[in-house]
Structure formats: structure tokens, C-alpha cells
């Protein structure tokens, strides 16, 4: 569906890249290996980008640095359409319904740094998770959005030893309780 709106397939990667997760962060070079297309392709929608000033840009030694402006008029408007294309948004709508004690859920894995995946990698933070319902809430959504649910169950406990040393890039905090 976004192919259809968007047709370059360079500014879909660099809006899945910057605006699905706000704290990711990249230089021409990175993009251009992570992406698997030529840089000129790469430099041209970053300028276009940040002429439209979606993008900000920042020096780091010898780099120059992108990021989402998060404060663009237009972010929220980019980041619920992405969210609607991979379907994250049926998904935190259906689990966040009567499974127990929620308390937050995270978008993990490929999707959370950005990179297209037809994964949707979930941890679960809470407490009596009602895991039947949880299952089959994550089957009804697997189906209506075409895309495998991957989700992990866990404590406070578990996810601050499992979240230790991972980057805000590689967290994206979904829902909040």
C-alpha cells in the first residue's frame, strides 16, 4: 500500500528508517550498506528531506548525522501511517484489550531500528497476562494484517535485565499503562 503513495523506494526506507523510531540516527554511509542502494540515490532524498526539514542534520567527527525532526507538523501525521502500513497500530489496540495487568509493550527487533520486516517483534511487560486471550487476540491480528507476531511475556524484573545495554533504537515503547 505505501509503495502505491510513495513511489520512491529510497524516501520508504528513509521513512521507516527515521520515523517509525525517533531515535534512530544514520550517516550517508551506514544507509547506503543497510539499504543496499547507491549513495547518490540515498544524498538526494536525504536533501529533499531536509530542505522539507523532516530530516535534522548534525555533525559527529567527520559525519554528518540524520534524524527525524520530531517536531515537524508533519511527524505525527508519517509515524501513524507507518504504524497503519505494518498494522502496529490494529496490533497494541487488540493486545492492550483485557489480557491482565499490562503495564507497557515494545516493538523490538528489525521493525524498532527501522528496516522493513514482515516480523513483528512485541515484548510484553506485565503481570497475570492472560495468555490465552493474548494468543488468540495475536492470531486475529496476524491475519487481518499479513504479517508474523513474535512476542515475549515479561516481568519488570525480566525486562530491565533484558532491556540492560540495548540502545533507545533497538526499544520502541508502544503503549504505556
Known amino acids: 500500500m505505501l509503495e502505491t503513495i510513495i513511489t520512491s ?3 520508504i526506507h528513509l521513512l521507516l528508517k527515521f520515523f517509525l523510531n525517533s531515535n534512530n ?8 550498506s543497510e539499504f543496499e542502494e547507491s ?8 536533501i529533499r528531506m531536509e530542505k522539507a526539514k523532516l ?5 559527529q567527527g567527520n559525519k554528518k548525522i540524520y534524524q527525524a525532526n ?21 496490533v497494541i489496540e487488540r493486545v492492550t ?20 520486516s514482515r516480523l513483528i517483534d512485541l515484548w510484553i511487560v506485565g503481570v497475570e497476562i492472560d495468555k490465552t486471550f493474548l494468543l488468540e487476540i495475536i492470531e486475529k491480528a496476524e491475519n487481518k494484517i499479513g504479517r508474523k ?13 533484558l532491556s540492560n545495554g540495548k540502545s533507545k533504537s533497538e526499544l520502541l515503547l508502544l503503549w504505556k499503562a
Open 9 to 11: 523506494r529510497t524516501r
Open 97 to 116: 484489550i483485557k489480557i491482565g495487568n499490562l503495564e507497557e509493550v515494545y516493538l523490538v527487533g528489525k521493525l524498532a531500528q527501522g528496516q522493513d
Open 149 to 161: 507476531i513474535r512476542y515475549m511475556i515479561l516481568n519488570k524484573e525480566e525486562f530491565k535485565e
Open 70 to 90: 520530531t517536531h515537524h507538523p508533519l511527524y505525527p501525521e508519517i509515524k501513524s501511517l507507518l504504524m497503519k502500513h505494518f498494522g502496529l497500530d490494529k
Open 39 to 46: 549513495s547518490n540515490a540515498i544524498r538526494h532524498e536525504l
Open 25 to 32: 540516527k544514520a550517516w550517508l554511509r551506514s544507509l547506503e
Open 55 to 59: 530530516l535534522i542534520s548534525f555533525p
